[in-house]
């Protein structure tokens, strides 16, 4: 059985993903100022590991769990909504099925309330 991170089209593609998606969230001002004064490289490794190991490739992530991570920005609804818009409109353009952005945003879901800290 493939997993959502081959079918998307492995390490490349999950690269080129992020740096598209930061790309989008930093022109994105509902949500842009979160990354003011963040260190954008270091924030996308830390994403391409991260959604590599959910994606179910290679696990090297080793960052903050999902609420740990999120606590401190005080994020809403509408905050988590523009980013998984963002991301689902990136996989979009890189051609991903319905299906497999589907199941991304399921697994987005599944750390929704750990980001929201609810
Ligand atoms: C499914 C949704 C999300 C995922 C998978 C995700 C993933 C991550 C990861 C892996 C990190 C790195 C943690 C570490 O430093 O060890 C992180 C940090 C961060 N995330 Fe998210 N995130 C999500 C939603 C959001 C949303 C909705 C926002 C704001 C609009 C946001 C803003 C940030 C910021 C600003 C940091 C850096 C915090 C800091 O270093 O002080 N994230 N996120």
Do not use: C, W
């Not at 924030?43 to 994606?55: D, I, R």
């Amino acid at each position: 059985m493939t997993t959502l991170y081959e079918r998307l089209g492995g390490e490349a593609a999950v690269d080129k993903a992020v740096d598209i998606f930061y790309d989008k969230v930093l022109a994105d001002d509902r949500i842009s100022g979160f990354f003011e004064n963040l260190d954008m490289v270091a924030q996308a490794n830390k994403q391409k590991k991260f959604l590599t190991m959910v994606f179910g490739g290679p696990n090297d992530y080793t960052g903050k769990d999902m609420r740990n991570a999120h606590a401190h920005l005080a994020l809403e609804e509408e905050h988590y909504n523009a980013v998984v818009e963002n991301l689902a409109n990136t996989l979009a353009e890189l051609g991903a099925t319905p299906e497999d952005i589907g199941e991304v945003a399921k697994i987005a879901d599944s750390v929704k309330d750990d980001i929201l800290n609810r």
